[in-house]
T-cell receptor, first 115, second 115 residues
Framework: AQSVTQLGSHVSVSEGALVLLRCNYS??????LFWYVQYPNQGLQLLLK??????LVKGINGFEAEFKKSETSFHLTKPSAHMSDAAEYFCAVSAPGSSASKIIFGSGTRLSIRP | DTEVTQTPKHLVMGMTNKKSLKCEQH?????MYWYKQKAKKPPELMFV???????INESVPSRFSPECPNSSLLNLHLHALQPEDSALYLC??????????????FGPGTRLLVL
């Protein structure tokens, strides 16, 4: 069965510093992976997704993620944090074999930005 | 227009009440989803409709009853809920509902409190 593990329930960085949010996946087949962001009191928004076309995936708001099969990882990075990046971030994996599009979310990482 | 709307934003109901949550999208998507999200937890899939047919029911109690009157509209009928059903209910939509790396577009959610 497919699953994702997010390391660190809370990450705090200074404004302008590198953001690194960690995600490791477990999948018996090539996975499709996603990063979603949830701002306070809002729904989720897709940041980026990996569909095997390229291992380095660029997303919105300056975020990118690199798929590393050897490490079973899909970490999310941003070179310079902005106050507006404070939110909850979810890594997710698709579940092939189901009758419909189904994604499974990791437990989430709350990102805080220090001024 | 990439917006999914949900009404109401907030709902308080007693355990004997009957209420409904409404979700609407005008992106021409043929798949719609209901998720339940408890505080500080990831969203959990409840139901998936694809082409107006229920394709996934994640063993949700019968006190939750989904309805998809047409491809733009999704309802969730609530009856005899329990306090532990208090949560944020998120609606999402996607293009087809059968492609495993489809992007899901989320609404802002309905925050439900059961007294």
């Amino acid at each position: 069965a497919q699953s994702v593990t997010q390391l660190g329930s809370h990450v705090s960085v200074s404004e302008g510093a590198l953001v690194l949010l960690r995600c490791n996946y477990s999948s018996s087949v090539p996975p499709y992976l996603f990063w979603y962001v949830q701002y306070p009191n809002q729904g989720l928004q897709l940041l980026l997704k990996y569909t095997s076309a390229a291992t380095l995936v660029k997303g919105i708001n300056g975020f990118e993620a690199e798929f590393k099969k050897s490490e079973t990882s899909f970490h999310l990075t941003k070179p310079s944090a902005h106050m507006s990046d404070a939110a909850e971030y979810f890594c997710a994996v698709s579940a092939p074999g189901s009758s419909a599009s189904k994604i499974i979310f990791g437990s989430g990482t709350r990102l805080s930005i220090r001024p | 227009d990439t917006e999914v709307t949900q009404t109401p934003k907030h709902l308080v109901m007693g355990m004997t009440n009957k209420k409904s949550l409404k979700c609407e999208q005008h992106m021409g998507h043929r798949a719609m989803y209901w998720y339940k999200q408890k505080a500080k937890k990831p969203p959990e899939l409840m139901f998936v409709y694809s082409y107006e047919k229920l394709s996934i029911n994640e063993s949700v109690p019968s006190r939750f009853s989904p309805e998809c009157p047409n491809s733009s509209l999704l309802n969730l009928h609530l009856h005899a809920l329990q306090p532990e059903d208090s949560a944020l209910y998120l609606c999402a939509s996607s293009q087809e509902g059968t492609i495993i790396f489809e992007t899901q577009y989320f609404g802002p959610g309905t925050r439900l409190l059961v007294l």
